[in-house]
């Protein structure tokens, strides 16, 4: 099993920064790839960014140039850089955590953080 653990998110004006941390604790053998899914109040569930540790980094074009996702592969965290934060970016953002995925675009993902609330003003 594995547990992820988020902080970092908050109320911000749109145009500011935010960024989101978590780290993975337990069987972290079976972890390569971390990431950041996103579930909008309209319950629309996004993948938001994608690291697989060591090899690539892939984003959701919704926020391509604006998001940057990092990690540390040996402590199994992960970051998430947001800049240019606009309204539509409200969500709960979760940190995700498996093996790497065969489509970086289509990643579904075992274990799944608590979520951490990210509001942006207009």
């Known amino acids: 099993q594995v547990q992820l653990v988020e902080s970092g998110g908050g109320l911000v004006q749109a145009g500011g920064s935010l960024t989101l941390s978590c780290a993975a604790s337990g069987n972290l053998a079976s972890i390569n790839a971390m990431g950041w899914y996103r579930q909008t109040p309209e319950q629309l569930r996004e993948l938001v960014a994608l690291i697989v540790f060591g090899v690539s980094e892939n984003y959701a074009d919704s926020v391509k140039g604006r998001f940057t996702i990092s990690g540390d592969n040996a402590k199994k965290t992960v970051y998430q850089q947001m800049n240019d934060l606009k309204p539509e970016d409200s969500a709960v953002y979760y940190c995700?955590?498996?093996?790497?995925?065969?489509?970086?675009?289509?990643?579904?993902?075992?274990?799944w953080g608590q979520g951490t609330q990210v509001a942006v003003s207009s």
């Open positions: 995700n955590a498996d093996w790497e995925p065969s489509d970086p675009n289509n990643w579904a993902p075992g274990y």
